[in-house]
């Protein structure tokens, strides 16, 4: 059963700390995206990554950034935690030519 | 402009009723189209991929048009479980492999 896995399912942080979320797939995929999901919004890319250590800016990447260092985890850091970053956020893998498949997402509140 | 739009909905429809979804997709280097679905709270799902000559599963149908720059769903007999939202999704090949999502279509069916 193919599987990508996000570290945590709920998380709550205070405003200014450094928030580390993790992803892990299994299926050896290239391609890795986190992305946050908000009410009427939809789902915004946040970064993506198309291989080890290789990165890209998504639509929104301000107050974060990601590390790629192995192929299959792909993490998401925000610097410095503010509410307005209180979201959902959602991590998926995918190779060329075959379905994305996302983890379980992890909500995040920023008090 | 958005480079992917959906209607948001919701659509409230009776079991057994026909209804369609579209998607308008900005960007005529897109190359891959996909509708996923997610139910509350959970992450989303492929429903079905689209391809250029249109294709059938079960009662759920997708087009694409190409010139139009446009993709549709249509679900015949809907049934209660098919409650969800409906996300459009755009595979963009120009210079790396992004998904691009609607904001997806939420869909109501009552009995």
């Known amino acids: 059963d193919v599987k990508v896995t996000q570290s945590s399912r709920y998380l709550v942080k205070r405003t200014g700390e450094k928030v580390f979320l993790e992803c892990v797939q299994d299926?050896?995929?290239?391609?890795m995206f986190w992305y946050r999901q908000d009410p009427g919004l939809g789902l915004r890319l946040i970064y993506f990554?198309?291989?080890?250590?290789?990165?890209e800016k998504g639509d929104i990447p301000e107050g974060y950034s990601v590390s790629r260092e192995k192929k299959e985890r792909f993490s998401l850091i925000l610097e410095s935690a503010s509410t307005n970053q209180t979201s959902m956020y959602l991590c998926?893998?995918?190779?060329?030519?075959?379905?994305?498949?996302f983890g379980q997402g992890t909500r995040l509140t920023v008090v | 402009r958005k480079e992917v739009e959906q209607d948001p909905g919701p659509f409230n429809v009776p079991e057994g009723a026909t209804v369609a979804f579209n998607c308008t997709y900005s960007?005529?280097?897109?190359?891959?189209f996909f509708w996923y679905r997610q139910d509350c709270r959970k992450e989303p799902k492929l429903l079905m991929s689209?391809?250029?000559s249109g294709n059938e599963d079960g009662r759920f149908t997708a087009q694409l048009n190409r010139a139009s720059q446009y993709i549709s769903l249509l679900i015949r007999d809907s049934k209660l479980s098919d409650s969800a939202t409906y996300l459009c999704?755009?595979?963009?090949?120009?210079?790396?492999?992004?998904?691009?999502f609607g904001s997806g279509t939420r869909l109501l069916v009552r009995p």
């Open positions: 998926a893998s995918w190779a060329s030519n075959t379905e994305a498949f």
């Open positions: 299926m050896d995929h290239e391609n």
């Open positions: 990554s198309y291989d080890v250590k290789m990165k």
């Open positions: 960007n005529s280097a897109s190359q891959s």
């Open positions: 689209v391809y250029s």
């Open positions: 999704v755009v595979n963009l090949m120009d210079s790396s492999y992004k998904l691009i």
